[in-house]
């Protein structure tokens, strides 16, 4: 099964470069500038006696320091990185979130799920786009926009109803956590698929949506 991070080879992943030891606002400005993915910084977390909390103030929050800060991040949202190093520099230790119905959409699906889907798609053979992987335990699968409108017919032709895949299509108003963001304590967004020159083209929905029905259907 793969990993997080085999998928593609380190040597290739030189157009968005290792994350560690990288600010947030590097990785925000490399987002804009060599992805040309729109970026808007979130909430951030907060040390209380050791104990990291959400800038929003919810002891209770279900993505601390991860999610949007203001109610019109839509329109906040910038594909310029001189634009994104005057917002990340205003408060350094905000999230990276990339919304999505622009320049990709992404097709949300369980963690266990998202690994045998990659492992089906690779025996396939098939051109994948940047995958995350996050502390809440799911994996989004980057893909080009008009997703989320053309996925619920895809799956039901495919046989399945709606419904009953825990497989969700992110477009216009939605966004997901760009890596290096923290879910809290509970560790940070990963790559499982590195954005890199040779997926820079983003596969359609349609390429996509058969293993991951399948790796949904097998996961229930």
């Known amino acids: 099964?793969?990993?997080?991070?085999?998928?593609?080879?380190?040597?290739?992943?030189?157009?968005?470069?290792?994350?560690?030891?990288?600010?947030?606002?590097?990785?925000?400005?490399?987002?804009?500038?060599?992805?040309?993915?729109?970026?808007?910084?979130?909430?951030?977390?907060?040390?209380?006696?050791?104990?990291?909390?959400?800038?929003?103030?919810?002891?209770?929050?279900?993505?601390?320091?991860?999610?949007?800060?203001?109610?019109?991040?839509?329109?906040?949202?910038?594909?310029?990185?001189?634009?994104?190093?005057?917002?990340?520099?205003?408060?350094?230790?905000?999230?990276?979130?990339?919304?999505?119905?622009r320049t990709f959409d992404a097709i949300s699906v369980p963690e266990t799920a998202g690994f045998l889907a990659l492992a089906r798609m690779e025996r396939m053979e098939l051109s994948l786009g940047p995958v995350t992987l996050a502390p809440d335990r799911r994996m989004n699968f980057f893909v080009l926009p008009g997703a989320s409108v053309k996925v619920p017919d895809l799956v039901r032709k495919l046989g399945w109803s709606v419904g009953s895949l825990d497989l969700v299509a992110l477009g216009e108003g939605a966004y997901v956590a760009g890596p290096p963001t923290r879910f809290g304590s509970r560790g940070a967004v990963q790559w499982a698929c590195r954005p890199t020159p040779a997926n820079r083209w983003l596969p359609d929905a349609e390429e996509l949506i058969s293993p991951l029905a399948y790796a949904c259907g097998r996961d229930r």
């Open 1 to 101: 099964m793969l990993s997080v991070e085999e998928t593609i080879p380190a040597t290739e992943a030189a157009q968005i470069p290792k994350q560690r030891g990288e600010t947030l606002l590097e990785t925000a400005v490399r987002y804009a500038e060599e992805r040309h993915w729109d970026v808007f910084p979130g909430t951030w977390l907060e040390a209380v006696d050791g104990v990291q909390y959400c800038s929003c103030g919810d002891a209770a929050c279900p993505a601390p320091g991860a999610h949007p800060a203001r109610p019109d991040w839509a329109s906040q949202a910038t594909g310029s990185a001189t634009v994104a190093r005057r917002m990340w520099q205003k408060q350094p230790t905000a999230s990276i979130l990339l919304p999505t119905g």
